[in-house]
């Protein structure tokens, strides 16, 4: 059974109800009893959970030093092409924003390198935006060839490919993708993403089981909060979780929490989550499952991030730029959206250390 079968047999509006509906007594139930299940995490992330916001938190960061210790990975974006076709209404790249476009060359692309070598980074993450005529496997094969050299782990985030080309893209030394499903909202999903291969929301739903079948090391899940009602697309997220850590039992999984961000000609939020709310978000996440990694990116604010370190976040990045070149060849480009958290690798690496926590800047390497 594909997830698309599993997910079919949900009902949006019934699912948020139940989450609405839960009660202190349920929430109680989910922080105290061993073995939770998904109804436990909806309560976790119900708006009665809201009252229980400090036991959650001190739960949550005892269960991650408990599997993590007291470590955070720390990785940076690069971003290698705007170029895009599909018209997304909340991203900078959407093919209706007029900006110049641009596509990294094998000379630039090492540029971009050796500033995030500089910065002391071992984990890169690759980021495009969707065209497929132009930005395609055989660019991703070139690209990861490159620069697989420079780096002992090499993670992807680009448009949704088949089974055989992430076999292909494998063996050069990818080790991760992370493929957002924005929404769960299948309607919504359609209103914001009214061209280009992108608003095929079934094909995007079925990727990360293409990416199972393709025998990735690891994959990152995710929507973008702010689309629709943040507790119910949660919930589907973490459905789609379990469903792949059963079926994938041999890949490894993160989460990421991206609250949507101004960009040029931006959208507002449809709902709007507060801080508070995202803790109480990252908590039930860990609360429930304690082997995910939960990442946190530059679209937070500087106190935010500070304070989350310790609550139950594995991995977190610095210094990013969200533009093609950003770093060394165009850093006046446009960017895909700002970035609330403008402090350097170096000062996020000191903070971390002053909260008793070690910053891992490698966390593996390949010795065959």
């Not at 480009?333 to 690496?349: G, M, N, V």
Request: hydrophobic fraction near 35%; charged fraction near 25%; proline fraction near 4%.
């Amino acid at each position: 059974m594909s997830f698309k079968e599993v997910f079919d047999q949900y009902s949006w509006d019934e699912v948020r109800e139940s989450i609405y509906s839960k009660t202190a007594g349920e929430v109680e139930k989910a922080l105290f009893v061993q073995k939770r299940t998904l109804e436990d995490f909806k309560a976790l992330i119900s708006p009665a959970a809201a009252a229980y916001l400090e036991p959650m938190a001190q739960l949550s960061r005892k269960l991650t030093q408990k599997r993590f210790g007291k470590t955070v990975q720390m990785y940076i974006p690069l971003y290698l092409s705007n170029e895009c076709t599909n018209i997304c209404t909340y991203c900078g790249f959407s093919l209706d924003n007029k900006v110049r476009r641009r596509t990294l060359n094998d000379k630039e692309l090492l540029e971009e390198v050796a500033v995030i070598k500089e910065l002391g980074y071992d984990h890169v993450l690759l980021v495009t935006g969707e065209a497929n005529q132009t930005v395609h496997v055989d660019y991703f094969k070139r690209v990861l060839t490159l620069i697989r050299p420079h780096f002992s782990m090499v993670s992807m985030e680009v448009q949704p490919l088949d089974t055989n080309e992430y076999q292909e893209l494998i063996p050069l030394g990818l080790n991760t993708v992370l493929v957002y499903q924005e929404t769960y909202h299948r309607e919504d999903y359609r209103k914001h993403h009214p061209k280009g291969k992108k608003s095929n929301f079934n094909y995007r739903l079925e990727t990360p089981d293409r990416l199972g079948k393709a025998g990735i090391h690891k994959m990152g899940l995710g929507v973008l909060i702010g689309l629709e009602d943040w507790r119910t697309d949660s919930f589907f997220t973490a459905l789609h979780l379990n469903y792949l850590e059963k079926t994938y039992w041999q890949t490894r999984y993160s989460l990421s929490f991206p609250r949507l961000r101004p960009f040029s000609g931006g959208l507002e939020p449809k709902v709007e989550m507060t801080d508070r709310e995202l803790v109480q978000l990252i908590c039930a996440y860990r609360i429930m499952n304690e082997e995910v990694e939960l990442s946190l990116s530059t679209r937070e604010s500087e106190k935010f991030r500070d304070h989350c370190i310790s609550l139950g976040i594995t991995s977190i990045s610095a210094g990013s730029k969200t533009n093609p070149g950003g770093y060394a060849v165009a850093p006046e480009s446009l960017e895909q959206f700002e970035i609330s958290d403008e402090r350097t690798p170096a000062q996020i690496a000191t903070l971390i250390r002053s909260k008793g926590y070690e910053p891992v800047w490698k966390d593996w390497g390949r010795f065959l």
